[in-house]
């Protein structure tokens, strides 16, 4: 619901295109060459000036909404919803690609124009088509890649989620047909938008999906097809948030689902919230790829109440606009046990510009992943030395406010705003003795006088706002808050 109002409505132009031929697709475009040497600092939070559709070669980690990552070989694949600042967008899936998750070469579209099914589902219920697919998913299954994605209209929850195969990632690719769908009527389901695909250890293939109306659903898959086992089933609801006066605290939406094979353990990160302001991930773990999942304090993921830990949230670091709409993520591997999260990223001087923001994942010692609070910039992993770690910080408690609604209630991004933090070589917090912390490489825990404690994972980073490198920390408290710093 609040993806027709908003991105149709006000945050992007979409151009108009033909309907249908998009039985097959792709849109490959000719990259330039590469430059000698790519500089970071030519990444910007505003980027109008190559904003435009003739500088689509220019966008790089630009014009980036709802990322699905998935690497092949020496590159990552990055598909994502059609969207661009202020200007018309032709439809199709965006694809771009890097080495590095930093420099990103944009390679074209996934279909020529909207797909034939999932547009004529669409138009047989009485709704015309958005110009604009959103909320990719990508999957390679055997030696097949599988293309999920999604398309909905003006009418509340007429939506289809399509699938589309290829045996490159950069297509060509054919559509296949309609995973699952839902309608205009007073049926009980969720919104068929935003798939996320896992193949389990078992093989079994699950599609978790949904947005607002009933949560969020588990489909399970035909593994030969990629399409559901059941045609017309639309799986169960594995996840919902709380209410307040019997309205949703804000959306859920943006499903994401991954298994950790040295935790056993599969994690649900969810979006909730308003997409340009208050959009925040949550996560859940459990046994089974279908659920049951459970938040940090043990709750059942479906249940009616607001679960955590929320891992990313609307910031702001000193002397920085600060980033909103920091959610809809995406979670994978590089091959070698690191774990990053994609995500887009709305800068505060201008919330219509969405950026591509990829961090690193850490892992608590009870098993939560935790996002860096700076976005991925090469750092490589290394022990931090307890003397590198006195010194004056930035810190920055990820606190959260129920706001029921919408777009229109909605409307703060409720920046979560850093404090100073001072880490002093005498083993004191603040300069006060009943503020203490230790530290074991790689994990710092700071014990206030207020009781809480936090646990937090030192590592190299950069500091964006600064243009320098620095020592980050990522974690969570006693209370599964999730807690920020970087070192000035």
């Not at 639309?234 to 950790?260: L, M, S």
Request: proline share 5%.
């Amino acid at each position: 619901m609040k993806k027709i109002l908003v991105i149709c409505g006000v945050i992007i132009l979409i151009a108009s295109c033909k309907k249908g031929g998009g039985d097959s697709g792709g849109g490959i475009v000719t990259p330039p060459p590469p430059n000698a040497a790519f500089d970071i600092n030519s990444i910007n939070d505003t980027y109008g000036a190559i904003a435009p559709f003739a500088n689509v070669l220019q966008w790089g980690s630009h014009n980036v909404h709802d990322p699905a990552i998935i690497k092949v070989g020496e590159y990552y694949y990055c598909y994502n919803t059609d969207v661009g600042y202020g200007i018309n967008v032709r439809s199709g899936v965006q694809i771009r690609k890097s080495k590095d998750l930093v420099e990103w070469i944009f390679v074209g579209w996934v279909f020529n124009s909207l797909p034939t099914l999932g547009s004529n589902f669409i138009t047989s219920f009485g709704g015309t088509p958005f110009n604009s697919l959103w909320a990719p998913c990508i999957v390679k299954a055997g030696s097949e890649y599988r293309l999920y994605y999604s398309l909905t209209c003006s009418l509340p929850r007429l939506s289809v989620i399509g699938m589309a195969t290829s045996a490159n990632p950069e297509g060509p690719w054919i559509e296949k047909g309609l995973v699952v769908t839902s309608k205009n009527d007073a049926s009980i389901q969720t919104n068929a938008i935003d798939p996320a695909v896992i193949i389990a250890n078992n093989g079994e293939h699950w599609m978790v999906y949904g947005s607002a109306w009933d949560g969020i659903y588990s489909l399970k898959l035909d593994p030969a097809t990629g399409l559901a086992l059941n045609n017309g089933e639309k799986g169960v609801r594995i996840a919902n948030r709380g209410f307040t006066g019997g309205k949703y605290n804000g959306n859920i939406e943006g499903p994401d689902i991954i298994y950790n094979a040295a935790l056993n353990k599969y994690f649900l990160f969810i979006a909730y919230d308003w997409l340009q302001t208050k959009y925040n991930v949550r996560v859940m773990r459990g046994d089974n790829p279908n659920g049951p999942f459970f938040d940090f304090n043990g709750a059942n993921a479906n249940i009616n109440v607001d679960h955590g830990p929320m891992i990313i949230a609307p910031y702001k670091f000193t002397g920085h606009s600060g980033w909103q709409g920091v959610a809809h993520s995406a979670t994978f591997s590089d091959g070698n046990g690191q774990y990053y999260i994609a995500h887009q990223g709305r800068p505060g001087i201008d919330s219509y510009y969405m950026n591509l923001h990829v961090r690193k994942l850490f892992w608590t010692a009870d098993g939560w992943p935790v996002a860096s609070p700076e976005r991925y910039a090469w750092e490589k992993d290394s022990i931090i030395s307890q003397a590198d770690i006195a010194g004056d910080w930035e810190q920055i408690i990820l606190g959260y406010n129920v706001v029921p609604g919408y777009g229109t209630e909605q409307s703060s991004p409720d920046f979560q705003n850093s404090i100073n933090l001072t880490i002093a070589a005498n083993g004191t917090l603040n300069g006060n003795a009943a503020n203490t912390w230790t530290y074991a490489a790689s994990w710092l825990q700071m014990n206030w006088a207020n009781g809480f404690t936090d646990k937090v994972f030192i590592q190299k980073g950069r500091d964006w706002e600064n243009k320098k490198n620095t020592i980050i920390f990522s974690g969570l408290n006693n209370q599964g808050t999730a807690v920020w710093g970087k070192k000035k």
